[in-house]
């Protein structure tokens, strides 16, 4: 699997984080990121050999489930705090590091999860530069460090916690219970970029731009002479891996745009018209009317993993058909980016929900490599590369569409009525978001088929009708979200126009549940 992630070409400055199992690890990274320092994660099995080689500016230790005592935990060799590059560790990485240099880990009393209140001891570490006194963190551990090692100091404490983070600054190692990377942590940012230019000594000088010169540069390399095709969904993520594809191999690639008859209103014909022959973009672009083939395998079929792995499986044999008539086509090209990476239980996280471009894959899939060049990307950074690769912002800043589309929109047993139904009911809530103005703040906003059906009353009749389900989100990385509170008056128009315009609907309720605990789409 290409990731085009080639630390040596990437930057005069590197930040190596080392990962140990955490739900945040690829946060770390784009924060680092933000701050201009070139940042990936690389798993803690790397040799000291290998990140001597990659000769880092500085090195973190990212969280992780386990606890040091457990005899199969994630751990590192003691060595690597003796290399004199920078180490901070995060959470399971702090508890490591104490563990290692023989200070004290124990379970603590009292766990802590989730905002935490933190007194920062030592406000003139470099770490906690411009810091508050009292500052609000984002603590998930049961373990904690109970005696800082030789050589350290406590820097912050919480009334359970004797250890929130420590330092030994001579050795230019730092530690912090809590996560600074989430954004719960108020002044994360701060601390983060604090360690990269304070401690590491790095200037930030890498942008995104020199991504996307690396990563032209490196599919040119890897590709060759060779066809590539692409999976163009005409969604952000797809649109910018065709673009950026495009840029290195030119015509060598196609892009094929599967119509699977889930997605949204008009947006086939709308894809077709960008990417087109007559679009600006002169791609070879196929448009496969594929529809009834996803619906016949979708007969019967309600549980949403199986759906998933249904409608994935579906559009690889698709291009696998299109990739034969053009014949010898080695790659394909897929918009991966990184949270359906994490979410479907890649590497050592949990799975949340198979992504369609990553869980849904087949076992067998009939080309030689698939390269997902945006697979280390968040959402937000995937639209600043399009904008470097000159996409207009309409295409840049569309809201997400999962590759599944309206599969996992419609709760139950996906029919041709229904996807009419919900794409109908979708089409009218965006046109009122979009009157009102209010789309621009939100993360992701969209209807769903719920299964339930119950009883209204219409005209003089009575109705048994479904009840779709509106939902706006407001998130900038897709991992976590909060409910949008929407106008009341927006929310009235929609329902009375989605009851009135729509056959088949009687009802319209509005989803308040964050992620977690829900997920931002419904299946
Ligand atoms: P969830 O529902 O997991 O969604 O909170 C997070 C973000 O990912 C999108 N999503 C997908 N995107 N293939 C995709 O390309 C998928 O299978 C898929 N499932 C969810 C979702 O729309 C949201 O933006």
Known sequence: MSTIANHEKAADEFILVLDFGGQYNQLIAR???????YCEVHPSTLSLAQIKEMAPQGIILTGGPNSVYKPDSATCSPELFRL?????????????????????????????????????????????????????????????IAAAPAGFSVTAHTPVCPVAAMENADAKLYATQFHPEVLHTAQGKTMLRNFVYNVCGCKGTWKMGDFVERTVKALREKIGTGKALCALSGGVDSSVAAVLLSKAIGKQLTCVFVDHGLLRKDEGDQVAAVFGPEGPYALNFVRVNAQDRFYEKLK??????RKRKIIGEEFIRVFEAEAQKIGAVDYLVQGTIYPDVIESGLGNAATIKSHHNVGGLPDYVDFKEIVEPLRLLFKDEVREVGRELGLPDYLVNRQPFPGPGLGIRIIGEVTAEKVHIVQEADAIYREEVAKAGVAPQLGQYFAALTNMRSVGVMGDGRTYDYAIALRAVLTSDF?????????????????????NEVKGVNRVLYDCTGKPPATIEFE
């Open 300 to 305: 019967g079929v309600t549980e949403p993993e």
């Open 84 to 144: 004199g590059i920078p180490v901070l560790g995060i959470c399971y990485g702090s508890q490591l590091m104490a563990h290692l240099l023989d200070g004290r880990v124990e379970t603590a009393p009292t766990s802590e999860y989730g905002k935490t209140e933190v007194s920062i001891d030592a406000r003139d570490s470099l770490l906690f530069q411009g810091v508050d006194a009292r500052t609000i963190c984002w603590m998930s551990h049961t373990d904690y």
């Open 31 to 37: 924060r680092v990121r933000e701050a201009h320092v």
């Open 479 to 499: 991992m976590t979200a909060e409910s949008a509170q929407l106008p009341w008056d927006v929310l009235q128009r929609t329902t009375s126009r989605i009851v």
